[in-house]
């Protein structure tokens, strides 16, 4: 097998997107990309998404899957971008009309607004398989993050998405809506069950106090045996009591507005008004 994988960080929000490649096919995929935005303007750009399509341009890959781990609250997919660019199928887990049910509401997204993830080409159950040129994968539901969180295991690597962060670090917020600290406990326990050796790439890094360099890699082992939150020696209770410490004082993610209505949309902008202009809302005091 000759997996080749390609990390792409994103300073701005601290995302780390990934190319993994079949070198042997030429297939690949890319998993949680993202679109520049500048919260101050509403401009959009697609600079760093680009970067994404000319690697693999360069490389004569062709892109099979667009994959997110889940819809995320701190920056917006460039999902749409990608997929217009280079083609590719367009997936994420099943339970997304969770979160997309939750947030149409909060947005108050009306009728056109369909809650069942019809706006993705696939939508991927527990345990389902499905290959990147010669490499099989297999999807794993870790909810507890959002409700529809999942973790794509490609060869021996595992994109966690926001489930697990570097060792040091520890693990993601639990306390957006359908969030869920014993469930984040419970999904992580699941990964625990992977070989030691299986590497873990993060979809997010933001350096741990006393560390100097983003790191967006380290293995199941590593993870069990000392991530600060959630090791194996940690009790649920223990926790989900510290998670949703935590929690409690931490602010709203300075682009969750934006990007949920954006990303509950597959990355699709909400439809434009009658001047031809979209518009991303604010709620007023309902988060
Ligand atoms: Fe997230």
């Not at 099979?64 to 971008?81: K, P, R, Y």
């Not at 993610?253 to 809302?281: D, T």
């Amino acid at each position: 097998m000759a997996m080749h994988i390609e990390a792409f960080f994103h300073a701005d929000t601290f995302t780390y997107s990934y190319v993994v490649a079949d070198q042997v096919s030429g297939q690949c995929a890319v998993i949680d990309s993202v679109l520049d935005y500048t919260a101050e303007s509403g401009q959009t750009s697609t600079t760093s998404a680009d970067q994404i399509v000319n690697y693999i341009h360069e490389h004569g890959y062709t892109l099979e899957w667009v994959l997110e781990t889940h819809v995320h609250a701190d920056h917006l997919s460039a999902a749409q971008h990608i997929r217009e660019k280079l083609g590719g199928k367009l997936a994420i887990g099943n339970q997304v009309g969770r979160v997309q049910e939750t947030f149409g509401r909060l947005f108050n997204a009306g009728p056109e607004f369909a809650a069942d993830g019809s706006q993705f080409d696939h939508l991927f159950a527990d345990g389902e398989t499905f290959t990147i040129g010669q490499i099989p994968a297999r999807v794993i539901y870790t909810p507890g993050h959002t409700p529809s969180c999942v973790t794509y295991l490609i060869g021996d690597a595992a994109f966690v998405g926001d489930t697990l962060f570097m060792p040091d670090y520890g693990t993601a917020r639990c306390d957006f809506p359908g969030g869920d600290a014993a469930t984040l406990y419970h999904s992580i326990r699941k990964l625990f069950e992977l070989p030691a050796e299986t590497r873990v790439f993060m979809c997010h890094d933001y350096k741990a106090e006393g560390r100097d360099e983003f790191l967006n890699e380290t293995t199941i082992g590593e993870e069990k045996a000392s991530n600060v939150h959630v090791n194996e020696r940690i009790s649920e209770a223990q926790f989900v009591q510290l998670r949703q410490e935590r929690d409690s004082g931490l602010g709203m993610p300075k682009l969750i507005l934006p990007s949920v209505q954006v990303n509950m949309r597959a990355g699709e902008m909400p439809p434009p008004e009658a001047n031809g202009i979209r518009y991303l809302k604010i709620p007023v005091d309902a988060l």
